[in-house]
């Protein structure tokens, strides 16, 4: 399932146009880093996905775009779509294999309680800080893959209700798709 949405992902930002000129795997790492900060910034306003209003609004019919903007999009689950989907975006430009860890395969019970002490700017800062140490050394290849797999183990943790991650991933995509080239930005 992770390879496929890596496809989609890239397949989606070379269509929009985020690849007519191809940057250091930096540049790319950046922009998960600020979707980072536009997470803690949701959480920070307290900015919360309503799954149950956009479930209803789909249900009654209503135009999924609209129903995504009001209920989803800029919240602090949308915003850690954002970084996933980064990633794995990322992950297609670089030909990475995804798995999905299996829960407990990785090292999650360290960001669990990571979380419960420094919030999510801390948990973020950890994971953006991982990714960064991750281009010396050259295993950003296990760290994309391991910092995908926490994000999906802890999504529960980090939200403090029963959402599945991959679900916000899929309903952003599928915004994404309806969005202009660059998606209405510079890059």
């Not at 306003?45 to 209003?53: F, L, S």
């Not at 903007?69 to 975006?89: G, N, Q, T, W, Y």
Request: with cysteine; net charge negative.
């Amino acid at each position: 399932m992770l390879n496929a949405l890596k496809e989609k992902a890239h397949k989606t930002a070379v269509e929009r146009g985020f690849y007519e000129e191809v940057k250091p795997d930096a540049f790319y790492l950046g922009l998960v880093m600020s979707e980072a900060g536009e997470a803690i910034n949701a959480d920070r306003k307290g900015k919360r996905a309503n799954v149950v209003r956009f479930s209803e609004d789909m249900e009654l019919g209503h135009p999924f775009k609209e129903s995504f903007e009001k209920h989803i999009k800029d919240s602090m689950e949308d915003e850690i779509a954002d970084i996933v989907i980064r990633l794995l975006d990322f992950s297609g430009l670089k030909g990475y294999t995804l798995l999905i860890s299996g829960h407990s395969a990785l090292p999650s019970t360290a960001i669990v309680d990571e979380f419960a002490s420094n919030g999510l700017s801390g948990t973020l800062f950890a994971l953006i800080g991982a990714l960064s140490d991750s281009l010396d050394d050259d295993s950003t290849e296990a760290t994309v893959v391991i910092v995908i797999n926490i994000f999906i183990d802890c999504f529960k943790k980090i939200t403090g209700r029963d959402y599945d991650l991959l679900w916000f991933v899929e309903q952003k995509m599928r915004y994404n798709d309806l969005r202009p080239r660059l998606n209405g930005k510079k890059y």
